[in-house]
């Protein structure tokens, strides 16, 4: 069901499909059992508040509002842990599970990407990793955990968990996404000039050509990395080999 009065902003499920979070414009987030739909929880709301975020299976939800971080049991809807966030390093802007769900990233107004122990539910000793320019996209992490992309400006940083790892990898234009192979070796990221393109995760370095594609919307990887999809506003796809300028095929939807 609905909660009465509100008008929904986003709705978020859980990884085994038992939980979901909603938020409303007005009137804070609440936690609903999926399978009864009954409310299990309003969660605190106050001041600047950011979109909750399940761990990967599902037992635990990330929530920040009025400049304190939460961990929220999602069986219970019990508070298992609450910090408030130092604010010299400025608002949270969101935050985001490891594959494993033992960390968390949480990165901020300011730049900064660090970190946390979830049992703990304080930083790590890794050292946060600071981005300059314009504000951060949400990241992804490889699948393994070995390694964070990280999205601002015209700009993507690849770095590892233990801050011995880092390229940051320049593109002509400002970056609309980006995202890693499955593997983890190579990087593809599309711009507002229309053109996508593939790095090396290892070196930085462009993989051949950029492929150009009027009104980019969209890119994914295919064949382990070694083809590229877009798709374009006019409904088109194309079909690349990574590093050619030509596509292999195009088609309209």
């Known amino acids: 069901g609905e909660k009465p009065g509100g008008r929904v902003s986003g709705a978020w499920i859980s990884g085994d499909g038992r939980r979901v979070a909603s938020c409303y414009v007005d009137d804070g987030c609440v936690l609903w059992d999926a399978d009864r739909g009954d409310v299990l929880a309003l969660l605190p709301l106050g001041g600047r508040w950011l979109r909750p975020r399940f761990s990967p299976n599902g037992r635990r939800l990330l929530h920040f509002s009025a400049g304190v971080l939460r961990l929220i049991d999602s069986e219970t809807a019990r508070v298992v842990a609450e910090r408030k966030v ?41 050292p946060p990793q600071k981005h300059d320019g314009e504000s951060i996209h949400t990241p992804e992490i490889r699948r393994d955990g070995e390694r964070v992309l990280v999205r601002h400006g015209s700009t993507l940083s690849l770095w590892d968990p233990r801050g011995t790892f880092r390229i940051d990898i320049k593109s002509p234009s400002s970056l609309l996404g980006a995202r890693l192979d499955d593997g983890g070796s190579r990087v593809l990221g599309w711009g507002a000039d229309d053109q996508a393109r593939v790095w090396d995760a290892g070196t930085g370095q462009l993989i051949g050509m950029p492929m150009w594609h009027q009104g980019l919307r969209a890119t994914a990887f295919l064949s382990q990395g070694q083809e590229a999809l877009t798709w374009a506003r006019d409904g088109t796809l194309r079909l690349w080999s990574v590093g050619e300028s030509s596509p292999l095929t195009g088609r309209a939807l």
Do not use: C, Y
């Open 86 to 126: 130092a604010q010299d390093e400025g608002d949270p802007e969101g935050g985001l599970f490891f594959p494993d769900g033992e960390r968390f990233l949480v990165w901020t107004s300011s730049g900064l990407v660090a970190i946390w122990d979830t049992p703990a539910f304080a930083p790590t000793q890794s």
